[in-house]
């Protein structure tokens, strides 16, 4: 049975082969010339690629070249978790409760110098805002956040100025506790009836 199938699929393929006409491209005719202007070998118009001579000289890159790097010192700086260090080797030192007239230049100590009130219960040291923790300040257009903002310059202003940071709110501020002199900022400001708990 399939020596008699094998048979007649021969006899099919030849006898195609017989009916196709001699001989390759015998009834292909030639495409004509194109007017586009190209400068490339003719073949059809469909299958051409353009190559590097033929570009546009005005065309635009397609590779989109590297940004320049940032100097490492104007990227925005982080308080670390551990807080500011009060001192070059690491521990707290006893100039911090003395008066600022009586305290010997450090570095590592904050100064008011290097505050900035944005208001009566946000500060900024260099480009990083900090968050009192633990009161809701007056804003500045409403009754009394003029006088909060202004009670907390003074009070950053009066003493040893020390931060202890506790966690990041949503809008990506540092929340710490601020002590000034070893008091704690925000319930003096909430003890004057500046601020009130959050």
């Known amino acids: 049975m399939t020596s008699r199938r094998t048979i007649t699929c021969l006899v099919l393929v030849l006898s195609l082969l ?6 390759t491209g015998a009834n292909a005719e030639r495409l ?17 690629t353009p190559s590097l ?12 070249p590297r940004r320049p790097r940032r100097p490492p010192d104007s990227r925005p700086r982080r308080i670390p ?5 009060l001192a070059p080797d690491k521990k707290p030192s ?32 260099g480009a990083e805002r900090i968050r009192l923790r633990g009161i809701d300040a007056p804003e500045l257009s409403e009754p009394n956040g003029w006088a909060a903002t ?3 310059r003074d009070l950053l202003g009066a003493g040893s100025i020390q931060l202890i940071p506790r966690g990041r709110d ?3 501020r540092v929340v710490a506790d601020v002590f000034v002199n070893g008091q704690n ?14």
Not at 32 to 48: F, V, Y
Not at 81 to 85: C, Q, V
């Open 32 to 48: 004509p010339e194109s007017d586009l202007g190209s400068n490339l070998p003719m073949n059809c118009d469909l299958c051409w």
């Open 185 to 198: 900022v925000a319930e003096l400001l909430k003890h004057e009836g500046l601020a009130k708990s959050r």
């Open 81 to 85: 978790k551990e807080g500011y260090h």
């Open 170 to 172: 949503v809008y990506d």
């Open 150 to 152: 202004q009670r907390l």
């Open 53 to 64: 001579k033929e570009t546009d000289p005005n065309r635009l890159p397609t590779v989109k």
């Open 18 to 23: 017989e009916a196709a006409p001699s001989g």
């Open 94 to 125: 006893s100039s911090l409760f003395l008066p600022h007239s009586q305290r010997r230049h450090n570095s590592g100590l904050i100064s008011a110098h290097q505050i900035t009130v944005i208001d009566g219960d946000t500060i900024r040291i």
